[in-house]
C-alpha cells in the first residue's frame, strides 16, 4: 500500500502495535505531534491539524462523558 | 476542559496560543452539544474511530510553534511557562515533506473512489488486513452515508485476514454502530457492534476508551458513571441564553443516562400481567422486537443490560393505540439469576395513535455457576392497530434472549 494511502486513511505512524498498558496514547514529549487528518465536528469537512501549528497550541483529547 | 478553558481564554484571545479538541466519542454531535453549554468554540477534530489510538480521556498537550510536543498532561499552572518560553525548531521539525499538507486532501476523493485495496494479491494476510483496515478507515471518514455499508465490509475482511486486530474489531463496532443509528440500520447493528467491541476488549483489556464504549450502553452494576446525564440540563441552559441547542443524531438512551448501581432494585411484588399466555399472540407481525445484549458476552456472576427495541410495522402501517394499556414488558428469571425490575410499563404518549419506536431496557445478572447460552424469557403486552382506520387489537409478543455467558 503506498504511502500516501496510509496517509490517506488518516493513520498516524506509530510504529510496531503495542497494548493500550505499554502506549496509552501517542504523544512523545521532544517529538513531533502525530499528524492528523480527521473530521471537522462542525461540518465533517476534512482538517489538518497542521493548519493550527506556527502558534504554540494547547491539545485537548477528551470526551464529554 | 472547562477548566483549562477558563485559563486559555485570555491567551487565546492575545493571540498567544491556540486550543483544538480532538473528541472520542460514538456519537461526536453529543460533544458539540456540550461544548456549546461550556462556551467553548474552539475548533474540534473527530477522531470516532479512535485512529489516535489513545486508551484514557482526558489528555492534554502543549505543542510548541514547530510542532513539537513538550508536555503530556500538564496543569493549568503550568501554561505561564510554556507560553513565555521560545523553543528552537527540533531537527525532525525542519523536514516538512512528509508532514501531510493540503494537496492530499485533492486526493481524499480518489481514495474513497477505488472499491477495493490495490496491489494485494499475494500479499501477506497481516499486510491485505492492514490494506483493508486503511481502506475502510478512508471509506468511514469520507465516504459518508452512502459509503457506510461498504466500510462496514472492509472492516469485515480486515477481522477476518486478522482475527487478533483489536483496532480493527473496536471500528468495526463503531461502523455498525453508526450504521444502527442511521435510517439504514440493518437488523442485529447494535448487536454486533457490542460483540466486536467485547471481542476487541478481550484483546487488549486495557484499552478504556473500548471499555467505556460497552459501559455506555451497559448494565448500571458495571457502570463507572452517568455518561450523558448532562444533557437534559445542557439544552435547558442553552435555551435560557436564547440559543437553540445543538440537535442530537442519536438521543441518549435509558442505560446513557443511568447512573451506577452497587445493587439490584429486585423489585417484588409485582404483579405478572399474563400468567396463563391467554392474550393471543402477535401472529401477523404488527411489532418488531430487536434485542441486544450488553456486553456481548456474560461474566459467571456477572451483570447484563437487555435492550428490547420495539418497532411497528412500518409495511402494514402499524401504529401503537394509545388510548388504552401502556406498552408492558414481563422477563422471567431462570433459576438463579436475579431482574433488576421483572416488570416494566412504557407510558403511552398523549395523542391517541403514534409509531415511534419505543425501547425497554432490563438488567439481569446471571448466577457464579452459569455457564454457556442461556435463554431469558420474556414478553410484551401492546395494544396495535393495522392502518389509519384499521383494526386495533391487544398483542402478547413473546422474546426469547439468549445470553452467551462465558
Redesign the interface.
Known amino acids: 500500500?503506498s504511502a500516501?494511502?496510509?496517509?490517506?486513511?488518516?493513520?498516524?505512524l506509530?510504529g510496531a502495535?503495542a497494548?493500550?498498558?505499554d502506549?496509552?496514547?501517542?504523544?512523545?514529549?521532544?517529538?513531533?505531534?502525530?499528524?492528523?487528518?480527521?473530521?471537522?465536528?462542525?461540518d465533517?469537512r476534512?482538517?489538518?491539524?497542521?493548519e493550527?501549528?506556527?502558534?504554540?497550541?494547547?491539545?485537548?483529547?477528551?470526551?464529554?462523558? | 476542559m472547562p477548566g483549562w478553558h477558563g485559563a486559555t481564554l485570555q491567551l487565546e484571545t492575545e493571540g498567544k496560543i491556540r486550543t483544538v479538541g480532538i473528541i472520542q466519542e460514538q456519537h461526536p454531535d453529543r460533544a458539540r452539544l456540550f461544548m456549546q453549554w461550556k462556551g467553548m468554540d474552539w475548533p474540534i477534530f473527530v477522531d470516532a474511530l479512535d485512529l489516535l489510538e489513545v486508551a484514557v480521556v482526558p489528555i492534554t498537550v502543549f505543542v510548541d510553534e514547530h510542532g513539537i510536543v513538550r508536555q503530556v498532561s500538564p496543569r493549568p499552572a503550568d501554561l505561564a511557562g510554556f507560553v513565555a518560553r521560545d523553543f528552537a525548531p527540533a531537527a525532525a521539525s525542519e523536514d516538512t515533506a512528509n508532514r501531510l499538507g493540503l494537496a492530499d486532501l485533492a486526493a481524499l476523493a480518489v481514495a474513497v473512489e477505488a472499491r477495493v485495496p490495490s496491489g494485494l494479491e499475494g500479499r501477506p494476510d497481516a499486510e491485505q488486513a492492514a490494506a483493508w483496515k486503511a481502506h475502510a478507515q478512508t471509506l468511514f471518514l469520507w465516504g459518508g452515508a452512502d459509503e457506510l455499508d461498504t466500510a462496514i465490509e472492509a472492516f469485515e475482511k480486515a477481522v477476518d485476514l486478522e482475527p487478533a486486530d483489536g483496532q480493527a474489531r473496536f471500528q468495526l463496532g463503531v461502523a455498525v454502530r453508526r450504521r444502527y443509528d442511521s435510517p439504514r440500520r440493518r437488523a442485529g447493528d447494535f448487536q454486533r457492534a457490542v460483540d466486536q467491541w467485547s471481542r476487541a476488549l478481550g484483546l487488549d483489556p486495557n484499552q478504556y476508551i473500548w471499555r467505556r464504549r460497552i459501559q455506555q450502553y451497559g448494565p448500571r452494576l458495571a457502570k463507572p458513571y452517568p455518561f450523558y446525564d448532562w444533557v437534559e440540563r445542557a439544552r435547558a441552559e442553552i435555551r435560557t441564553r436564547g440559543e437553540t441547542p445543538v440537535e442530537l443524531v442519536a438521543e441518549p438512551g435509558a442505560a446513557e443516562i443511568a447512573s451506577p448501581a452497587k445493587s439490584f432494585e429486585n423489585a417484588k411484588g409485582l404483579e405478572e400481567p399474563d400468567p396463563g399466555g391467554r392474550i393471543l399472540r402477535d401472529e401477523r407481525g404488527f411489532v418488531s422486537v430487536e434485542k441486544t445484549v450488553v456486553p456481548g458476552t456474560v461474566v459467571a456472576g456477572g451483570p447484563a443490560r437487555l435492550h428490547l427495541v420495539f418497532r411497528p410495522n412500518a409495511s402494514i402501517k402499524a401504529h401503537w393505540n394509545n388510548e388504552a394499556e401502556d406498552l408492558e414488558v414481563w422477563l422471567e428469571a431462570p433459576p438463579g439469576w436475579e431482574v433488576d425490575r421483572p416488570l416494566i410499563r412504557v407510558p403511552n404518549p398523549p395523542q391517541p395513535v403514534s409509531r415511534e419506536t419505543r425501547i425497554v431496557e432490563v438488567e439481569v445478572r446471571s448466577p457464579d455457576s452459569a455457564t454457556g447460552s442461556v435463554t431469558l424469557s420474556a414478553y410484551a403486552l401492546y395494544y396495535v392497530c393495522e392502518d389509519v382506520k384499521g383494526t386495533c387489537l391487544y398483542r402478547r409478543q413473546d422474546i426469547a434472549v439468549a445470553v452467551a455467558v462465558e
Open positions: 500500500m500516501s494511502s496510509w496517509f490517506l486513511a488518516g493513520l498516524f506509530l502495535a497494548g493500550a498498558a502506549k496509552p496514547h501517542p504523544f512523545v514529549v521532544g517529538e513531533p505531534v502525530p499528524e492528523l487528518l480527521l473530521p471537522s465536528a462542525e465533517g476534512p482538517r489538518l491539524l497542521a493550527f501549528l506556527g502558534s504554540k497550541l494547547v491539545l485537548h483529547v477528551f470526551a464529554s462523558w
